[in-house]
Protein backbone atom coordinates (compact mmCIF):
# COMPACT_ATOMS: atom_id res chain seq x y z
CA UNK A 1 0.00 0.00 0.00
CA UNK A 2 1.31 3.44 -0.70
CA UNK A 3 -0.16 7.03 -0.21
CA UNK A 4 0.61 9.91 -2.29
CA UNK A 5 -0.02 13.78 -1.02
CA UNK A 6 0.76 16.11 -3.86
CA UNK A 7 2.17 19.53 -2.97
CA UNK A 8 3.43 22.59 -4.57
CA UNK A 9 0.55 23.87 -6.77
CA UNK A 10 -0.56 27.68 -7.18
CA UNK A 11 -1.28 30.42 -9.05
CA UNK A 12 1.78 31.67 -11.66
CA UNK A 13 1.93 33.91 -14.43
CA UNK A 14 2.51 32.75 -17.89
CA UNK A 15 6.17 32.00 -18.72
CA UNK A 16 6.77 31.23 -14.92
CA UNK A 17 7.56 28.16 -13.21
CA UNK A 18 6.38 26.11 -10.56
CA UNK A 19 7.73 22.66 -8.78
CA UNK A 20 5.47 19.82 -7.82
CA UNK A 21 5.86 17.53 -5.21
CA UNK A 22 4.73 13.97 -4.46
CA UNK A 23 5.46 12.13 -1.05
CA UNK A 24 4.55 8.55 -0.69
CA UNK A 25 4.42 6.65 2.30
CA UNK A 26 6.10 3.64 2.78
CA UNK A 27 9.28 2.08 2.71
CA UNK A 28 9.37 0.34 -0.83
CA UNK A 29 9.25 3.56 -2.79
CA UNK A 30 11.83 2.43 -5.00
CA UNK A 31 10.13 -0.24 -6.54
CA UNK A 32 7.99 1.57 -7.97
CA UNK A 33 7.64 3.72 -11.34
CA UNK A 34 5.89 6.67 -10.88
CA UNK A 35 3.73 9.16 -12.70
CA UNK A 36 2.44 12.40 -13.32
CA UNK A 37 -1.71 13.16 -14.53
CA UNK A 38 -3.64 16.07 -15.20
CA UNK A 39 -7.21 16.54 -15.99
CA UNK A 40 -7.90 20.23 -17.06
CA UNK A 41 -12.03 20.94 -16.28
CA UNK A 42 -14.21 19.44 -18.72
CA UNK A 43 -11.33 17.25 -19.90
CA UNK A 44 -10.29 13.46 -19.32
CA UNK A 45 -6.91 13.29 -17.75
CA UNK A 46 -4.28 12.82 -19.27
CA UNK A 47 -0.59 11.83 -19.17
CA UNK A 48 2.18 14.23 -18.67
CA UNK A 49 5.53 12.69 -17.74
CA UNK A 50 6.75 9.35 -16.04
CA UNK A 51 9.64 8.23 -14.60
CA UNK A 52 11.27 4.15 -14.09
CA UNK A 53 12.03 3.16 -10.20
CA UNK A 54 15.41 3.72 -10.67
CA UNK A 55 15.15 7.20 -12.58
CA UNK A 56 16.68 5.72 -15.14
CA UNK A 57 13.93 6.70 -17.63
CA UNK A 58 11.60 9.21 -18.41
CA UNK A 59 8.97 10.24 -20.99
CA UNK A 60 6.86 12.85 -21.25
CA UNK A 61 3.70 14.14 -22.96
CA UNK A 62 4.51 16.38 -26.54
CA UNK A 63 2.67 19.08 -25.09
CA UNK A 64 4.96 19.36 -21.89
CA UNK A 65 8.39 18.08 -23.74
CA UNK A 66 11.16 20.84 -23.00
CA UNK A 67 9.52 22.44 -20.42
CA UNK A 68 8.40 19.73 -18.01
CA UNK A 69 10.94 17.95 -16.08
CA UNK A 70 10.58 14.54 -13.74
CA UNK A 71 12.72 13.35 -11.52
CA UNK A 72 12.60 11.48 -8.04
CA UNK A 73 14.56 10.93 -4.92
CA UNK A 74 14.66 7.68 -3.30
CA UNK A 75 15.64 8.60 -0.23
CA UNK A 76 13.15 11.05 0.30
CA UNK A 77 10.18 9.21 -1.17
CA UNK A 78 9.62 11.93 -3.31
CA UNK A 79 8.88 12.33 -6.75
CA UNK A 80 9.56 16.07 -8.62
CA UNK A 81 7.89 17.82 -11.16
CA UNK A 82 9.48 20.61 -12.32
CA UNK A 83 6.86 23.01 -14.35
CA UNK A 84 8.76 25.93 -16.68
CA UNK A 85 7.71 28.10 -19.37
CA UNK A 86 4.01 27.81 -18.00
CA UNK A 87 1.52 28.66 -20.20
CA UNK A 88 -2.51 29.06 -19.65
CA UNK A 89 -2.94 25.83 -21.21
CA UNK A 90 -1.15 23.65 -18.41
CA UNK A 91 -4.14 24.84 -15.98
CA UNK A 92 -5.04 21.42 -14.41
CA UNK A 93 -5.22 19.51 -11.26
CA UNK A 94 -2.32 17.60 -11.00
CA UNK A 95 -2.06 14.32 -9.97
CA UNK A 96 1.24 11.80 -9.09
CA UNK A 97 0.67 7.80 -9.49
CA UNK A 98 2.40 4.71 -8.49
CA UNK A 99 2.76 1.82 -10.09
CA UNK A 100 4.53 -1.20 -8.47
CA UNK A 101 7.11 -2.83 -10.83
CA UNK A 102 11.10 -2.24 -11.47
CA UNK A 103 10.64 -2.62 -15.30
CA UNK A 104 12.79 -0.48 -17.00
CA UNK A 105 9.71 0.73 -19.64
CA UNK A 106 8.11 3.73 -18.86
CA UNK A 107 4.47 3.40 -17.96
CA UNK A 108 2.62 6.02 -19.94
CA UNK A 109 -1.05 4.53 -19.60
CA UNK A 110 -3.75 5.76 -16.72
CA UNK A 111 -4.89 2.71 -16.45
CA UNK A 112 -1.60 0.86 -14.90
CA UNK A 113 -1.24 3.06 -12.55
CA UNK A 114 -2.79 1.42 -9.07
CA UNK A 115 -1.93 4.62 -6.37
CA UNK A 116 -3.38 8.26 -7.18
CA UNK A 117 -2.72 11.03 -5.13
CA UNK A 118 -5.53 13.54 -3.89
CA UNK A 119 -4.36 16.32 -6.98
CA UNK A 120 -2.62 19.79 -6.47
CA UNK A 121 -4.52 22.40 -8.42
CA UNK A 122 -2.19 24.56 -11.22
CA UNK A 123 -3.40 28.21 -12.44
CA UNK A 124 -1.84 29.16 -15.34
CA UNK A 125 -2.53 33.33 -16.16
CA UNK A 126 -1.86 34.65 -19.09
Known amino acids: QVQLVESGGGLVQAGGSLRLSCAAS????????MGWFRQAPGNEREFVAAITWSGGSTYYADSVKGRFTISRDNAKNTVYLQMNSLKPEDTAVYYC???????????????????WGQGTQVTVSS
Open 97 to 115: AARFGRSTVVVTIEREYTY
Open 26 to 33: GRTFSSYA
